[in-house]
């Protein structure tokens, strides 16, 4: 496989991984979620859980089984995210490593194909759940709002690296609305 394809996400969402709703799933065919933690569901430099998350896991719990696999290596925040959100976790995953993943898949007990990895990095998130033949979705960072918009470097550098592999990394939320308002 190349590294475009290696690096493609199966979807690109336009927004925070709040903007990823039960139908968007149900359309897809998705019955479990890995969900990255640090950028993706809690800025890293903040340690609460908002309430919007907490509303949004909630949404989502029944329809899907839910795990955090998170590269982060402190048990401490990890542990703190995961017991407010009432999910299990796996720390320091060393993402693109495929191991934690498939840990967390197992224990869902669902085939690759029906469990989505969700992150906001390329490398790492959208990297590991492609390796391991998962439905791959790709949202943009969560930012703290105290704080103005940081540049990104690294992230920045993936989506170019990646764009220049030949992936591409349009966000198809709009073609996900206009599909819904259709039906």
């Known amino acids: 496989m190349s590294w475009g394809k290696l690096l493609q996400p199966d979807l690109v969402l336009g927004g925070s991984v709040l903007s990823l709703t039960p139908d968007i799933l149900r359309d897809r ?11 993706t569901l809690v800025p890293v430099t903040l340690t609460d859980v908002s309430s919007e998350l907490q509303t949004w896991i909630a949404t989502l719990r029944p329809e899907v089984a839910i ?5 982060n290596i402190s048990r401490a925040r990890i542990s703190s995210i995961a017991k407010t959100l009432d999910v299990p976790y796996l720390l320091g995953a060393g993402k693109p490593s495929r191991r934690k993943l498939r840990q967390a898949v197992e224990a869902m007990q669902l085939p690759y194909e029906r469990v989505a990895m969700v992150g906001d990095r390329l490398f790492t998130d959208v990297l590991a759940g492609n390796r391991l033949g998962m439905y791959t979705i790709l949202v ?3 930012v703290n709002p105290e704080q103005e918009m940081k540049y990104n470097p690294m992230r920045n550098f993936e989506v170019w690296f990646s764009q220049a592999l030949g992936a591409s990394l349009v966000p198809q939320q709009d073609f996900i609305n206009s599909n819904h308002s259709s039906n």
């Open 140 to 142: 943009e960072p969560m």
């Open 67 to 71: 795990w955090l696999v998170s590269n």
């Open 29 to 39: 065919n998705i019955t479990g979620l890995v969900l990255d933690v640090d950028d």
